[in-house]
C-alpha cells in the first residue's frame, strides 16, 4: 500500500485517477483535443462560471510554479506596478518573479502569522496611483494560514486594479467567488485539491484583460496569451503536453463531481482538519496560527518544547508507519506541517494520530501527551 501523504502536495489520489493514465494518445489526436476543451469547460463549470461571466481557462505544462510565472511574466505590462501583499514563501516567490522580469513592485511584507492587512493596502493605493495589479496567496502554504481575498478583492475593484491570486492549495478545497472576489486571474495546479497527478498547472482569466495582454510575455514557453489563443483555436498546447495527467485530471474532476463538488470536498477536508487539531492538541502539541487565521487545508504544528524531541526522528519515525508529514517552511520559527487534503477520510486521521502517539512515547515524551 502506498504511504498516506499528509502534505500540501502531490496528495494521494484514487486508483481511478491512476487507471485514466493508461493510455497513450497523440498530442495533435482529435480525441485529446477534445479532452482539453472538456477539462476548460469543466473548470469553469466546478467554479461556478460560464463563458458569458467573461472568464476563460488555459491549461500550462510545468508545476504550480510555472503557471503563477506565465501570470506574472505575461499579464503585467512594462509601464505596470505591482502591489504584492506577501506573508509566507509564495508570495515571495512573486516577488523574485516580478524582479526577474524587472517588473515596477511595491511589496507590502507580513510576518508568516499575520494576514495582511487592508488598511496597509488601501493607504498604497490612495497615495500611489500608478499602481496597475495587485497580488495575493490565497492559502499560503507555507504555514497554512488564509489571506482575505475578498476583501482585497474589493480593493482592487474600488480601484480599478488587475487581481491576481495564486490559489494553488485552495482551488478545489474552497469555494471561490471569483467574481464577487473580482478576482482577474486565479491559478491552481493539477496535483492539489483537484485530486489530479501532478504535471500542469491552469490558470482562470478574465477574457477582456487577457486580450490585451499579446505580445507582452517575457518568455516564449510561459506565453500565457499565446497559449490562449492556440488552445481557443484548435485545443492544442503549444508543446508537448503531459498527456496522461490531462486524461488523469478529467478523471478527478469526475471524481469531485461524483463527491458533490466543492463544497462537499471542503467539508470533508474541513472534517478532517477537525479531528487532526483535536486530536493533536490532546497529544500537547501547538500551532502555530491563531485559530481565526489557520485555514483546513495544512497546518504548522511548533516543535514540542522538549529535549528528547528530534525532528528526523519523528519523522523517519512517522515514516516508517506509512504516515508523511512535511517540514515546516518558516523563516524563524521550527515547526512541522500536516496536510488533510487529497484522498484522506477520518479514518486516515486517526491513524496518523495513533502513530504520533506512539512516535511521541518512543521518544520518552509522554509528558507531552494530555490525558
Ligand atoms: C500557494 C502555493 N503557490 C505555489 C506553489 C508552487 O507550486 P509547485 O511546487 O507545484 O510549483 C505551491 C506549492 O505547494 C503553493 O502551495
Keep these: 500500500m502506498d504511504n498516506k501523504l499528509f502534505t500540501p502536495g502531490p496528495l494521494n489520489t484514487k486508483l481511478s485517477v491512476k487507471e485514466a493514465m493508461l493510455h497513450d494518445m497523440g498530442s495533435r ?9 472538456e ?51 509564495y508570495g515571495d516567490r512573486m516577488k523574485q518573479m516580478a524582479e526577474v522580469y524587472g517588473i515596477r513592485t511595491t511589496t507590502l511584507k ?83 485539491c483537484i485530486e489530479g497527478v501532478p504535471g500542469f498547472s491552469f490558470v482562470f482569466a478574465n477574457s477582456s484583460i487577457l486580450e490585451t495582454c499579446a505580445g507582452q510575455a517575457r518568455t516564449v514557453s510561459l506565453d500565457l496569451y499565446s497559449q490562449w489563443i492556440d488552445m481557443k483555436k484548435n ?8 498527456i496522461q495527467t490531462i486524461l488523469a485530471f478529467r478523471k478527478a474532476i ?27 492538541e490532546a497529544l500537547g502539541l501547538k500551532t502555530y496560527l491563531n485559530k481565526k487565521d489557520q485555514g483546513y487545508i495544512i497546518t504548522s504544528f511548533l516543535f514540542p518544547e522538549h529535549l528528547n524531541f528530534d525532528f528526523t526522528r519523528f519523522y523517519e519515525s512517522l515514516h516508517e508507519r506509512g504516515q508523511v508529514i512535511y517540514q515546516g517552511k ?32 518512543e521518544m520518552g515524551m509522554t509528558f507531552c501527551i494530555a490525558n
Design 110 to 192: 507580513y510576518k508568516e502569522n499575520i494576514v495582511p492587512l487592508l488598511e496597509d493596502a488601501e493607504d498604497v493605493l490612495q497615495n500611489d496611483t500608478t499602481i496597475t495589479h495587485m497580488a495575493i496567496v490565497h492559502c499560503e502554504t507555507t504555514t497554512g494560514i488564509f489571506n482575505d481575498i475578498e476583501g482585497i478583492g474589493l480593493l482592487a475593484r474600488k480601484y480599478n486594479k488587475v487581481f491576481i491570486v495564486d490559489a494553488m492549495s485552495s482551488f478545489g478545497a474552497v469555494p471561490i467567488n471569483l467574481k464577487a472576489c473580482s478576482i482577474d486571474f486565479l491559478v491552481s495546479s493539477s496535483n492539489k
Design 330 to 361: 518558516l523563516s524563524d520559527t521550527n515547526c512541522f506541517r500536516i496536510g488533510n487534503i487529497g484522498q484522506l477520510y477520518l479514518d486516515d486521521i486517526e491513524n496518523l494520530l495513533t502513530a504520533i502517539k506512539e512516535v511521541l512515547e
Design 235 to 242: 485545443g492544442q498546447f503549444r508543446f508537448t503536453p503531459p
Design 39 to 89: 477539462i476548460r469547460s469543466e473548470l469553469l463549470d466546478i467554479a461556478g462560471l460560464t463563458p458569458e461571466d467573461g472568464y476563460d481557462t488555459v491549461l500550462m505544462q510545468g508545476s504550480g510554479t510555472f503557471g503563477v510565472e506565465s501570470v506574472i511574466s505575461t499579464v503585467i505590462p512594462n509601464y505596470g506596478h505591482l502591489l504584492l501583499l506577501t506573508n509566507g514563501a
Design 254 to 280: 469526475g471524481e469531485l463531481r461524483s463527491e458533490g463538488g466543492i463544497e462537499k470536498r471542503a467539508e470533508r477536508y474541513r472534517l478532517n482538519y477537525q479531528r487532526l487539531i483535536e486530536g493533536t
Design 29 to 37: 489526436d482529435k480525441e485529446f483535443l477534445e479532452v482539453v476543451n
